[in-house]
Every structure is written in structure tokens, then in C-alpha cells.
């Protein structure tokens, strides 16, 4: 062995040329993984972190009838079944070991409204009760302007992105009530304006739905501006809205509807729809001097916060539990869920991300394929350079084959000098990956680009280097230095003696 | 006792649809220390016979033994083991290996033969002494004039002590003087290790160190003061 890597430490000191080819390319090519499989893990940690743990989870129940998979991003707006049998699914999720967190919500397409605009403005509705959601998806946005709702409190949460893209088309800066303009959350176009720029602190929503629904426009006063950590321009066309209202808007069930036992289909035929019955019968006005009942549409929303499970949903967002494979966790939930005749079905999130999970998936075997090319280039390369090698030392390759070297002598004398050359310049490559991986975060490289900040996972490009992707670059690099010299090692090992003496 | 023994041997090179005879049956028959020269024109076969007796080149048909061992059907890990153990050669060109300095180079085949680091330098130490470059030991062969060269060669094909040392023109590239003084060292081998010799040559100046000459031509023993 010492035999061996003697003369091949020596053969690439004599052609210095030719090794400093191959190390080049070692050099770059593990540099180059390095830094793909850091983007590769970043995006995954990303997405892990930003997409799973603050958006919608690890898995989505959707209704059975749903005929997309993707309720999250789906361009044309088709509307998502709803889900009628939460109180049931609770019961289940909450029995499953595996599941660690859930969280029902509507989700749904609806109308912007303004008065002075003919032409509509869209924006995606998630329906929740603003509590359990904080408990879900503790970290995942910053409030910016106005406060967090209280529970069961009617109110939107609008991202700043949305106010944003909705100023330049309707020309109006949403603010949280109570809450002027705050001059360094105004975007560019909206700054130019700021002296007159009209501001408003509600927005009116009309729920887009399909079916028997009767979808309603709801005046939304607007509690807060929020904006996500990450994804931002994503995230950004979700309005956060209470459920009841979102169930109103959507003409959906309500809480308040289930309480009065009085569904809203029925109110619709006995043409008593929006009207107070109590208000048929008396007033307060009415009441003897000194006693007080509480107004009817306080009770009814008191029963609504209470019950407000008892009313329509389109999907309960999962967290699993750490270690849980998500292949087997679809399966038993799938299987408890129809056992239960629950009429949902458990899907992964990155089917109801729909573009967005499969960009992910794009983005990632792009990377997969480029680090693939990757290899086969530098094989190439590799396997021309030392077979040129091997064949002009034919003479003394054959030399040696004459007194006495096996060819397995020969083969790994070849196998020696990649070796050495991977060594050197491949673990350079890598510590220089690794340094390259460590620094970028530093740089705080940020994009506007939706799909650039899906392969950053986040806002800023975060390359992220765990103990197994170097441990895979390193076998990567050992599978391209064995490939390389396989066929030099082969052409050298078939030199004949008489090849020396006859090339003399 | 014969330490090589060949019978009938044949070897044709084929030329596209040509077929060239090389050798056209040979015998012969080479003692233990023996210091043999095979002589010809060139294209008389010669070089060919060394190549098939120093398990090199193969035979087409007939026999050949080393050692009283036929190497006509021998695998090529045999062969090589053949050509490690028993042959030591001495090239034209030297062929020495040039990324490895003189005692190394010397010391090259014992390590194939996996003999220990020390014991290899030790017997390589010997040899070089007894080639006279001593002091040239660390220096590349690149650094050293063609006799010396030839001397490394010598020492490299005697230092795993084998039964036959072949050497194809071992003085072709050397001048007059150099060449006899290549000659004398391998005569003066011959008697300290007692080792058979077998060279080729075509020139007439060197035959006086030969103690047995083997005229070949046409592929065929012209003449051998042996057989005759």
C-alpha cells in the first residue's frame, strides 16, 4: 500500500498539469455539491419549518367529496367542500398518539368590495378561531400595525402584502381601527401618496362559494396588520378572518345558527332571512323598570364563541408528532376517519399546497439532477484525463507488469492517484462548501421572487449544512472517484509488457 | 540441469490477413549459470525467443519450460508470478521507473514480492554497492547518464535473485566503452550470484564475453555449439 500511494503521490507531482485538472474539477464539484446539498437541506428546513410549522402543518383533512387535492394555492378560485363533521374528527384526532397538534379552519376564495370599483379584487379567506390558531402557529407572523383579535372577536387580520397590491388596485390603504397610516409600512407607490392617501380601517368581503350556498358580503373591521416571517409574498394573500364570520360571508352553517337550531336554508325559505325573531315578540324597551336581559345578538355570539365548533369547516390543519412517518400517519388516520364515517380524508401538506409542494418537490430534483450532471461532467472528465495518463505511460506501466506487478498493482496505483487527488482537492472543495454554506446566511441575500423564496425556504437564502449532508457529499465524491478510475484502472491493468517493450 | 528446455516452439504475428512467422520451430536447451548470447539480423527471431522465455510474449505452439516448469498454459497471475520470481530483465531502454529514485528502483521488486521495507533496502544496498552507484542512490534516474542507467537495470534484475536474467541489446544505446563495461559487470554478476544470463546482440564486438553463442535466423537456430 505504501508502494502504491508512494509512486501515485509522486506520478501527480510529475504531471502536475493533469492533476491540477482533475483537482480543479474535484474541487468545484464538491464545492458545488457542498453548497447544493446545503441549498437542498436550507429549502427543506425552510420549508419544514416556514410551510409545515406556520402555515398549515404536516397533514390537511379534506372532505371526501373535494375533488382537488390542492385547497391551498388553486388559481381559479374553485371552491373547497366544506367539512360538517368536526366535533366527530376531534374526537378522533385527539385518540391518535402520533398526532400532536389540529386545527379546523375555513378556507375559501372571496370577493374584495369597493364602492367606488366595479371591478372586484380577490383575496384567499382561512377562517379560525383566532385563539386555537395562536396556539397552533405560535410565531408565524408579526402583527405590524393594530393587536392580535381576542377570542371569538369579529375581525380580519390583513397581511401588508395584500394591503399592498390592493392599494394599487383600489386605491385605498387598509389600517386597523382605531389606527392611523404608519409611514414606514407604506409601500413605495402608496409613500409617493401619503399626503392624501385615502385610508380605511374595514373591508367588505363576499364569500365565493359553489352548491346550494348563498354566499353574503360582510363588513370585516379590520383588527391588525400582519406580516409573515416567511414566504411573505406567499403567505400574503391570506386574510386571517374569525370563523363565524367567515361561515356568514361563505354562507355557511354558523355557530350561532346551530345554537338556534334555525338552519339558514330554512330561514332562506321562510323569507325570514337576516330578520330577528326575538325583535317580533319585544325590545328591551319593554322590559319592567330596573331589569336588564341581555340583548339576543349578544347570546347568540356568547353561544357561537362556546359552540363555535358546531358550525362548517373545509379542513383541519395537523401537526404530527416528532418522528411520526407520515406515510403510516395517512394511513391509521384514514382508517380511523372512515371507520367513523367522517367523510374527510387525511392528505400531506405538500398535495394541499398544491404549486407550492410540488415546486418544492421541482425545485428540489432540479437541484438533485444539476448536482447528477454535476458527476457524470466531472466522471467524464476525470476517466479522459487518467486514461490519456495511462496510456502514455503504457512503457512503464508495461515495465512494471514485466518485473513482476500484478494488475492489481497497476489498477491501484491508478486508484492511488484518484484517491490522493480526491482528497485533497474534494475535502478542499468541501470545507470550502462548508465556509461558503456558513457564510451566505451572513449575507442576508433576499428576493422578491415567489419561487426563489420557496428554494431559500424563507425570506432570506439560508443554505443549511446538517452532519448528513456532508457526510453525503463525501460519499458522492467517493462514488465519482471510484467510477473515474474504474475504466483507467482497467485500460492501465490490460497494458502487456509487450506493449512496453514494443512502444520503445 | 536445464534451467530452460524449449521444444518446437513456434510464433506467428498476424498482419491484418498475413500471417508472419516469427519463430519456425525452435529447440533449445539453456544450463543452470549459464552466460548465453543469442545473435542474428535484425528480424531473425531473436528478440521474439527472449519475449517467450521471459513469459512476455506467448507461444503458438511448442513448448517452453523455466525451471522445469512449462509456462505455455500458465493463467496471467501465474505468469507474472513466473516473471517475479524467476526472470529478471534488462531492457534496451532501461525502463526505469522515474518517479522513484536508484535504490527504490532497485528495491522495487522485492516489494512486489512483499519482502519487509528493511530487508528490501538491505539487499538493494548490496546490489547498488556492487554496481558501483552507491553514491548516486537518492538520485532520480533522470539524473544519470545511460551506463548508469543500465548499471540500476542490472542490479533491479538481479536483486530478487532469480534463476535467469534475459536482456534484449542490453548495450544498443550505449557507447563502445559503456557497453563493455555493461557486459563485464553482468559477466562478473554471473559468477557472484551465480545467476543464468541470456542475452541478444547484434554486435560482433560483444561476443567475446559470451561463453555460449546461439546464432538464429529466419526464425530458426542457425547454429549452437551445444547441440552441434
Not at chain 2, 550470484?193 to 560482433?204: C, G, N, P, V
Amino acid at each position: 500500500m505504501k508502494l502504491v500511494l508512494t509512486i501515485a503521490g509522486r506520478n501527480i507531482l510529475r504531471h502536475k498539469g493533469k492533476s491540477a485538472v482533475i483537482g480543479v474539477i474535484l474541487f468545484t464539484g464538491a464545492f458545488l455539491m457542498t453548497v447544493g446539498n446545503g441549498v437542498i437541506s436550507g429549502m427543506a428546513a425552510g420549508i419544514e419549518k416556514n410551510i409545515i410549522g406556520g402555515f398549515m402543518g404536516d397533514l390537511v383533512l379534506i372532505s371526501d367529496a373535494q375533488k382537488s387535492d390542492n385547497i391551498l394555492l388553486d388559481m381559479m378560485g374553485t371552491a373547497i367542500e366544506p367539512v360538517t363533521s368536526y366535533k366527530k374528527i376531534k374526537e378522533i384526532l385527539a385518540a391518535q398518539s402520533y398526532v400532536r397538534n389540529f386545527l379546523p379552519v375555513g378556507k375559501n376564495l372571496a370577493m374584495v368590495l369597493d364602492e367606488n370599483s366595479a371591478t372586484p379584487g380577490f383575496a384567499y379567506l382561512i377562517g379560525v378561531d383566532f385563539a386555537e390558531y395562536r396556539k397552533m402557529f405560535p410565531d408565524n407572523f408579526a402583527v405590524i400595525e393594530g393587536s392580535y383579535p381576542a377570542r371569538g372577536e369579529r375581525a380580519v387580520l390583513f397581511p401588508d402584502f395584500a394591503r399592498g397590491e390592493f392599494y394599487n388596485f383600489y386605491n385605498i390603504w387598509f389600517v386597523p381601527e382605531g389606527g392611523g397610516v404608519v409611514k414606514e409600512n407604506l409601500s413605495k407607490e402608496a409613500l409617493a401618496a401619503a399626503d392624501t392617501l385615502p385610508v380605511s380601517s374595514s373591508v367588505v368581503m363576499l364569500g365565493m362559494s359553489s352548491g346550494i350556498n348563498s354566499t353574503s358580503d360582510i363588513r370585516f373591521p379590520i383588527r391588525g396588520i400582519v406580516r409573515y416571517r416567511a414566504l411573505n409574498k406567499i403567505f400574503g394573500h391570506f386574510c386571517l378572518v374569525d370563523i363565524e364570520s367567515y361561515r356568514e360571508c361563505l354562507g355557511y352553517f354558523t355557530a350561532a345558527d346551530m345554537a338556534a337550531q334555525v338552519p339558514k336554508e330554512e330561514k332562506k325559505l321562510l323569507g325570514l332571512e337576516g330578520a330577528d325573531l326575538d325583535a317580533m315578540f319585544g325590545g328591551e324597551e319593554m322590559l319592567v323598570s330596573g331589569y336588564k336581559a341581555a340583548p339576543r345578538k349578544i347570546i347568540a355570539e356568547k353561544i357561537a364563541v362556546k359552540n363555535s365548533e358546531d358550525g362548517v369547516y373545509n379542513a383541519v390543519f395537523i401537526k404530527l408528532a416528532d418522528g411520526a412517518a407520515y406515510k403510516d400517519a395517512v394511513a391509521r388516520l384514514n382508517k380511523a376517519l372512515a371507520e367513523a364515517g367522517t367523510g374527510v380524508h387525511a392528505i400531506t401538506w405538500n398535495k394541499a399546497s398544491g404549486p407550492m409542494g410540488s415546486m418544492a418537490l421541482i425545485i428540489k430534483s432540479a437541484l438533485f439532477l444539476f448536482v447528477t450532471l454535476l458527476f457524470c461532467v466531472a466522471v467524464i472528465i476525470i476517466v479522459n484525463t487518467l486514461t490519456m495518463s495511462a496510456l502514455e505511460r503504457a512503457s512503464e506501466i508495461g515495465m512494471m507488469r514485466a518485473i513482476g506487478a500484478h494488475k492489481t498493482f497497476i489498477a491501484g496505483m491508478f486508484l492511488g492517484e484518484t484517491a490522493i487527488l480526491s482528497s485533497l482537492f474534494g475535502v478542499g472543495g468541501i470545507l470550502a462548501g462548508i465556509a461558503a454554506v456558513r457564510v451566505i446566511p451572513l449575507l442576508h441575500i433576499t428576493t422578491a421572487n415567489d419561487m426563489l423564496q420557496l428554494l431559500y425556504g424563507g425570506n432570506y437564502f439560508n443554505p443549511l449544512l446538517s452532519l448528513p449532508g456532508v457526510a453525503l457529499t463525501v460519499l458522492q465524491l467517493l462514488v465519482v472517484t471510484i467510477i473515474a478510475a474504474l475504466y483507467p484502472m482497467r485500460v492501465a491493468g490490460n497494458i502487456t509488457p509487450l506493449d512496453a517493450i514494443s512502444r520503445d | 540441469m536445464n534451467i530452460i528446455e524449449i521444444k518446437a516452439l513456434r510464433k506467428d504475428y498476424a498482419l491484418g490477413n498475413t500471417i508472419v512467422p516469427a519463430l519456425r520451430g525452435v529447440d533449445l536447451a539453456v544450463r543452470e549459470g549459464d552466460f548465453m548470447s543469442i545473435i542474428g539480423p535484425s528480424g531473425s527471431g531473436k528478440t521474439t525467443l527472449l519475449n517467450v522465455i521471459g513469459c512476455i510474449d506467448f507461444a503458438t505452439a511448442g513448448s517452453v519450460a523455466v525451471g522445469g516448469r512449462d509456462i505455455t498454459s500458465l493463467s496471467d497471475r501465474q505468469i507474472t508470478d513466473i516473471r517475479l520470481n524467476k526472470i529478471g530483465f534488462i531492457f534496451q531502454t532501461f525502463n526505469l521507473i522515474p518517479v522513484l529514485n536508484i535504490i527504490e528502483n532497485i528495491e522495487f521488486p522485492l516489494l512486489l514480492m512483499k519482502k519487509s521495507a528493511a530487508e528490501a533496502r538491505k539487499r538493494a544496498d548490496k546490489l547498488i554497492e556492487e554496481v558501483g552507484l552507491k553514491e548516486y542512490a537518492v538520485h532520480r534516474p533522470a539524473e544519470l547518464s545511460g551506463g548508469q542507467r543500465q548499471r540500476v537495470a542490472i542490479a533491479r534484475a538481479l536483486v530478487t535473485n532469480p534463476d535467469i536474467v534475459l536482456a534484449d541489446e542490453p548495450t544498443a544505446n550505449l557507447d563502445s566503452v559503456t557497453g563493455a563495461s555493461i557486459l563485464e559487470l553482468m559477466r562478473q554478476m554471473n559468477e557472484i550470484e551465480k545467476t543464468t544470463f541470456i542475452f541478444s546482440t547484434h554486435d560482433a564486438a560483444v561476443l567475446k564475453y559470451a561463453r555460449r553463442i546461439v546464432k538464429i535466423k529466419d526464425g530458426l537456430i542457425e547454429q549452437d555449439p551445444v547441440a552441434a
